[in-house]
């Protein structure tokens, strides 16, 4: 049986290519005559690996890919399945499970009740009221050497003695390589399965998306469209590249019944739940599928023209305007100069109010000149506002009545969105005392 020695960096994944932003990647350039020596092979190893561990942490991100299911073995027994299976975890490293795995659940159990006899309500090891103790299964990436080979005395200087603990498929032995004048020829990335109480489960696997689901809401909340949406996620992502901190993956936890009494043990495993694992990452074909399924579904004049921006500006003492720049050209006959197009409203504390008949109008303008036009296709929706209805500290929402009829382009595809909304909020400009847009208060 071939020695194997656990290599793996027992440190969180906080530094290193694929946990968080690298300095940078460099390759070995090869020329005639170079003399290749163990560092060349080493860091020609590295390149590789690492930007696929980076491709990896930034594009695909962390989650189990396929498998991965914990099941009971045999009905009504003390002992999970885990099945065969694989992973991506947050520093991008594969965690590939070729065979199912076995795990003795009351074995583990009262390993851990003998190493503290004295067990208190308040420790986690000790079952509740109920008798029940809530475990969890996770799993991370290990390295383990293997394969010795005969290697001079000289390579075997300060060669550490074997460590197997962290490692699945190593078994403990003597393993001192140089004794016999050899040493370790292969690396095996393996995994590392372990069972949990909750609370250690909960702190050693915790995963937030990038951006986080808040800043994700926020941008959908601001957004008007599917570029626009775009837009705004760019700010989060373009203020940081986050350092990843967790290397374990939760794939369930479940309840396990505990029998008190001289020693201790599990009798019943009840309840395994699978609705707090890590996040299943779908394949690309899958997401094409999806995002097909969905234009189709609710677009089909997918390629249509699309509002990209919102701007707010002031024409005269008595009037505003909103710009809504284009992707593309609209057909202008399809855009109704009155309110049937486009509508203003504000919310108040009596509920919503309309501004009145004949304050807003539309008119659509391409590559016009002039101080309050934009380059490339817009419609201009201008506010007449001798009655103050725009005010300062006012919330207000500008959107396509569902209603009336659509906008489009010259192959009749419907502007997008749809149903176009806005949300925004009004404040005093200090220095020009005029109106200005901002976000809802």
């Known amino acids: 049986m071939a020695l194997k020695q656990d290599v793996r960096d027992r440190e969180p994944c906080t530094s290193g290519a694929g946990c968080g932003l690298p300095p940078g990647f460099f390759r070995l350039r090869y020329f005639h005559g170079k003399q290749m020596r163990l560092a060349d092979y080493v860091d020609e190893q590295r390149y590789h690996a690492s930007k696929l561990r980076f491709h990896n942490d930034r594009l695909h991100g962390a989650g189990i890919l396929c498998g991965l299911r914990v099941s ?87 060669a550490s003695s074997c460590d197997c603990d962290g490692c699945s498929s190593c078994q403990s032995r003597s393993c001192d390589p140089c004794a016999e004048g050899a040493d370790f020829g292969r690396v095996a990335e393996e995994f590392e399965l372990r069972l949990m109480f909750h609370e250690e489960a909960h702190r050693l696997t915790g995963h937030r998306l990038f951006p986080d689901e808040e800043a994700i809401q926020e ?15 760019a700010r989060p992502i373009r203020v940081r590249c986050p350092a990843s901190q967790e290397e374990w993956l939760l794939l369930a936890c479940f309840d396990a019944i505990i029998a008190e009494g001289e ?9 395994i739940d699978y609705d707090c694992a890590a996040q299943v990452l779908l394949s690309t074909e899958v997401i094409q599928y999806l995002l097909g399924s969905l234009y189709a579904e609710v677009d089909p004049g997918i390629g249509g023209p699309e509002v990209v921006d919102v701007a707010f500006q002031k024409i005269d003492e008595t009037r505003y305007q909103f710009v809504l720049s284009l992707s593309d050209a609209i057909d202008p006959a399809s855009l109704d100069k009155d309110d049937a197009s486009f509508n203003l409203r504000q919310l108040t504390s009596g509920g919503w109010e309309a501004p009145g008949s004949n304050v807003v109008a539309a008119v659509y303008g391409d590559a016009q000149g002039g101080q309050f036009s934009v380059d490339g296709p817009a419609i201009y929706v201008t506010i007449e506002n001798k009655s103050g209805f725009l005010a300062d500290g006012g919330r207000y929402h500008l959107f396509s009545p569902r209603a009336s009829d659509p906008v489009v382009d010259g192959a009749l595809r419907h502007l997008r969105p ?18 200005v847009m901002g976000g809802v208060a």
Not at 263 to 271: A, G, S
């Open 72 to 158: 009971l073995l045999d009905e009504g027994g003390v002992v999970l399945r885990v099945g065969r299976g694989a992973a991506l975890d947050d520093c991008g490293r594969e965690v590939i499970v070729g065979f199912d795995q076995c795990v003795d659940v009351d074995a583990w159990y009262r390993r851990e009740r003998h190493k503290q006899p004295d067990a208190k309500p308040e420790d986690a090891c000790h079952p509740d009221k109920e008798n029940k103790v809530r475990i969890c299964v996770a799993i991370r990436y290990s390295e383990c050497a293997q394969a010795p080979e005969p290697a001079p005395p000289a390579a075997c200087h300060g």
């Open 219 to 233: 941008a959908v909340a601001r957004a008007s469209g599917g570029t626009s949406l775009l837009k705004e996620l």
């Open 263 to 271: 020693t201790p043990k599990v009798e019943e495993i009840r309840d």
């Open 418 to 435: 749809r149903d176009f909304e806005w949300r925004f909020g009004l404040t005093v400009d200090p220095d020009s005392g005029d109106l």
